[in-house]
């Protein structure tokens, strides 16, 4: 499974790359594609490019939370439109870890 399976009508060149160590772990049941980094204990959400295609209205694109036992999403830790400030979310909370 992975996204392009999971979710065919969603953008592929719209999907960022991912960062070093996050798998994907997209399943159709899901509002949008998801990305884990197990080591890290971090889920990232990727919602549609297109507000009106998500299903939260007004939500933003990319969605990063902590990993609950089990794989599931925990805690949001960060939010943001644009990938740029998502990408150097994740790489400050990388070099913590």
């Given at each position: ?11 592929v ?59 599931a ?25």
């Amino acid at each position: 499974m992975n996204f392009r399976t999971e979710f065919d009508d969603y953008p592929v060149c719209k999907m960022p790359v991912m960062p070093a160590g996050f798998t994907d772990t997209s399943w159709k049941n899901d509002v949008c594609p998801s990305f884990t980094h197990e080591a890290a204990r971090l889920v990232l959400w990727v919602d549609y490019p297109d507000p009106a295609n998500r299903e939260v209205q007004g939500g933003s694109r990319f969605i990063l939370c902590t990993m609950k036992d089990g794989g599931a999403s925990g805690d949001v830790v960060a939010t943001a439109e644009h990938w740029t400030d998502m990408e150097d979310e994740i790489g400050h909370r990388l070099r913590k870890f």
